[in-house]
């Protein structure tokens, strides 16, 4: 049986270089065209289930005190008690929904863009308190168990998918999980002190509106209905994907495997359409 070739991989790199970080975690866990291919072909089957999620999470969210008073007092530390109890009908928990929901439409986008993945390092250190006018903070259990949830819902939602063929569900499921275990490793590295000899104690931090990277507004407004700020639920049938500008994303190898990629209800062109046929 042959080996492959050992690879190198900086230490230092992987605490001080965002793309290294997340070249490595794609490599190691084979992130690949496949999954890009699943992601976009799938989005508009997720983006359907994002409003039922969003709305379980914070049902799940308000049932312990623990996580309910970060959106009184904005941390999950503060023991002391809640001037108000907030309920799935509080402006602030109505707030949190829409940003849950623009947060997850976001990971129906091109993963295959560095900003993609920016965005998500951002996300977890915006819980703990930094970049933000009023700081947040989320201790990383909750984090943790958070992500865990949102992933076994869309697991079961695609896996009872009816028209979904199983091969596209069994695509989706992993490509899913792989980047929730990317973004979760993003919320981990705020938290843990792994690599904090390489930290830039002079780097600073820019505090921007949720929702923005580098001044450029990045999340779209969704709905409760699911449409976003266009009125649109699901993505056009005949938009195509572009391929990233060159120079600009590291992973653009990657998006040559999908840049003419379309969305449609068929299996992709690579799969065996007679494998787990749709239901009707």
Partial sequence: MGYL????????????DLEARIRYLHSFLDFSSQDINALITGSKYVKALIPAVVNIVYQKLLQ?????????????SFEGPMDEIPTLDSPQIQHRKAFLRAYLNKLCSDPSR?????????????HVGLG????????????????SFIQDIM???????????????IALVKAIGKVIWIQNDLMAKWHCKDGREFEDSD??????????LHGKKILEDIDEDGSDETGDKTPDSSTQIPRPPAGVC?????????????????PPNNQNSEVGQEAA
Wanted: hydrophobic fraction near 40%; include cysteine.
């Fill in 114 to 126: 560095m900003e993609f993945w920016e965005y998500l390092d951002k996300v977890g250190m915006m």
């Fill in 64 to 76: 312990y005190d623990i996580t309910a008073r970060a959106f009184s007092t904005r941390s999950t």
């Fill in 203 to 212: 780097k600073e931090i820019t505090i921007e509106e949720e929702g923005y």
């Fill in 155 to 169: 697991t079961e939602a695609i896996l009872s998918h009816p028209r979904l063929n199983l091969q596209r569900k």
């Fill in 132 to 147: 933000r006018v009023h700081p947040l903070h989320v201790e990383y259990i909750h984090l943790g168990a958070c992500l």
């Fill in 5 to 16: 070739p050992m690879m190198h991989i900086s230490r230092e790199e992987l605490y001080t």
């Fill in 250 to 266: 590291p992973f653009s190898g990657i998006a040559r495997g999908v840049e003419d990629l379309m969305v449609s209800d068929g």
